[in-house]
């Protein structure tokens, strides 16, 4: 999953197709029932908090126990 976006933006990608919070959450429990961590990759320089927060939180609703989160500088 990577997690782009400007100030005013949050774009989410799962698997190159782009994703809302909501289908986030369904793909994630299912997701979820095969594995219990999730590994979110962000563009550093681009994505506000506020974005990789609500990918988090997503993913701990959906039930993941454990969500890495790496950055990459672009």
Known sequence: MTIRGSASAC???VGG???T???LLVLGRSAVKSAQRAYVEQDMAEVPWRCVAGV???LQMAGFK???VTGRER
């Open 66 to 68: 454990i969500v890495n």
């Open 21 to 23: 919070t909501d289908e």
């Open 56 to 58: 988090i939180y997503a």
């Open 17 to 19: 197709e782009k994703v």
């Open 11 to 13: 774009n989410i990608e």
